[in-house]
């Protein structure tokens, strides 16, 4: 891997991936993100992660795609290249995944920390959708999960004049889980990740997959596939450990079985 780092074992059960273009602020070219789709790939097989940080660095969590790579092509170059395809699997990863931001996160740097299921910023983390000052547009989700996340107006704002958005106000429209001092991001979305491993992975799998449909379905499709999903967790050893430990007044040890 020439530009990411991985640690499949930061903590216990938690994974750390790190971008590592920093004199590009970590810019996320092709190489990268093919690199970042098989290091996930492979920690989603790995029966000793529950779940995975990603991260970049103090200054930039990535200023998004590579723009020296995509200028010069052309439409039919773009198509067929599907640069995005990527990005697809990335979402598909069925474990957990925080991102911990701090400083930018602009274009698909945005849209890869939204892409995670959970985001912790430190207070100097910028967010933002600027592709309309190169002459483009969101092509990474930006479009879609900004507007889920903050509502139509404040995505149009972003999307329409590039501005960025802090880290306080991204924590109070609702498209972060919280912002702490630059010196303590890391470590909240380590801790963060340390008590999701702690939970059944059965149950963090399903659980994960039900939330991510009310972001694709329509409420009754949504409200059944959770229910699936819950009645399915009685299939694991987890869910007869979890509640026997519940009513023995005693820790649970999951198998993720
Ligand atoms: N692609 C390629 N290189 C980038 C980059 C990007 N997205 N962002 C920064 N860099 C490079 C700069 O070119 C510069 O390289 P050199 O030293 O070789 O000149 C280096 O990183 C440092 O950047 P700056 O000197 O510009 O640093 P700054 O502090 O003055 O500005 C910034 C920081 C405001 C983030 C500025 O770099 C910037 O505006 N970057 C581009 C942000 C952007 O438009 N992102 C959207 C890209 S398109 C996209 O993402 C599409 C999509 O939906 C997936």
Redesign the pocket.
């Known amino acids: 891997m020439e530009f990411i780092l991985v640690d499949p074992q930061a903590r216990q059960h938690v994974a750390l991936i790190r971008l590592n273009r920093p ?3 970590n ?1 996320l070219n092709l190489q990268l993100m093919g690199e970042l789709r098989d290091a996930l790939r492979q920690l989603d097989e790995d029966e000793q992660v529950r779940a995975v940080v990603l991260t970049g660095n103090e200054r930039a969590f990535a ?6 790579q995509m200028a010069g092509k052309t439409a039919i170059d773009m198509l067929l290249a599907d640069q995005f395809a990527t990005w697809d699997q990335i979402r598909k990863t069925r474990k957990p995944i925080i991102a911990a931001v701090s400083g ?1 996160a ?3 740097g945005c ?1 890869l920390a939204m892409t995670c299921d959970m985001i912790i910023a430190s207070e100097t983390a910028l967010f933002g959708q ?2 309309i ?2 002459g ?1 547009m ?3 989700g ?1 479009t879609q999960r900004l507007t889920r996340a903050i509502g139509k107006a404040k995505a149009m704002e972003m999307v329409l004049t590039g501005r960025f958005m802090t880290a306080a106000e991204a924590e109070k429209r609702g498209l972060i889980n919280r912002v702490v001092p630059v010196e303590l991001y890391l470590e909240e979305a380590l801790k963060l990740a340390e008590e999701v491993a702690q939970m059944s992975p059965v149950a963090a799998r399903l659980a994960k997959e039900a939330v991510n449909r009310a972001f694709e379905t329509q409420l009754d499709e949504g409200l059944h596939f959770e229910r699936k999903n819950f009645y399915l967790c009685f299939a694991s050893d987890d869910q007869a450990e979890g509640m026997s430990a519940f009513i023995e007044k005693r820790k649970p040890r999951f198998k993720g079985r």
Request: net charge negative; hydrophobic share 40%; glycine share 20%.
């Open positions: 004199k590009e602020l810019a200023a998004g795609a590579d723009i020296k930018f602009l274009g698909g849209e600027p592709e000052k190169i483009v969101p092509g990474a930006g």
